[in-house]
């Protein structure tokens, strides 16, 4: 299935699109402008090795409302993490991920809007720095070898899980997904093992070739076989 990826502002690509293209859209905007900021994540390089500043990296588009209008506009439904930072009226339904992290100093849990369905789900998997969650049905459990956890990439990744776990639910083999803000790529690593079509766009020149690598790195394992690193 295709996977294609794209190093442009987002803007830019959806304007050229047709109306509900996608059959989903999974998005994590940025809220704030950038790894940069002072007293957000404190040292460039964190301790687990994600860097935090790359030279050349352009500050975050924080996404005002004519960008929810165009991402509903291209795709019939979509999952948006971080609506509670957004001042746009989304749809009733809630989806949470618990962290499983009650002892960190950051956010418990991250909060998505869908118009999927007008309930809340929730995901519990944690991931905390070297603390990753076991699987998808025993994320709560920490993963016991550390050669086994997500290498970060990128300070506000999410786990490939958290993906797999979306598209188990909300998506069908042969779907078309939309990532506008595609980051550490763990999106695109997730629709790949589901045989998912895949477009994602992502405006850093550092964090697209970041991506890449790891993606190629993974699917040279081949496809559904859960490599060490990835």
Not at 88 to 94: A, E, K, L, S, V
Not at 108 to 126: P, W
Not at 147 to 162: C, S, W, Y
Not at 171 to 188: E, Q, V
Request: net charge positive; proline share 5%.
């Amino acid at each position: 299935m295709l996977s294609e990826v794209f190093n442009v502002d987002c803007m830019d690509y959806m304007k050229k699109i047709p109306d509900k293209t996608f059959d989903l859209a999974v998005v994590d905007p940025p809220y704030f402008s950038g790894p940069e900021k002072k007293g957000f994540y404190g040292k460039k390089v964190s301790k687990i090795g994600v860097k935090r500043n790359y030279p050349n990296q352009p500050l975050w588009n924080i996404p005002d409302s004519e960008y929810f209008k165009e991402l509903k506009r291209v795709t019939k439904k979509y999952i948006v993490w971080g609506c509670n930072y957004f001042n746009f009226i989304f749809p009733p339904g809630r989806i949470v991920w618990d962290k499983c992290n009650d002892k960190s100093t950051f956010s418990n849990c991250e909060i998505a809007a869908t118009n999927l369905h007008n309930s809340v789900r929730i995901f519990r998997f944690m991931w905390n720095g070297m603390l990753q969650g076991k699987s998808i049905e025993e994320g709560h459990i920490m993963q016991g070898n550390k050669k086994l956890n997500e290498k970060r990439i990128h300070p506000t990744q999410k786990p490939v899980a958290l993906y797999r776990w979306i598209f188990s639910r909300y998506a069908k083999p042969g779907n078309k997904i939309l990532d506008t803000h595609l980051g550490s790529g763990s999106s695109r690593i997730a629709a790949y093992d589901m045989n998912l079509y895949f477009i994602g766009c992502e405006i850093s020149k550092e964090y697209f070739e970041a991506q890449e690598e790891r993606f190629m790195n993974y699917t040279k394992k081949g496809k559904n076989k859960l490599g060490l690193n990835y």
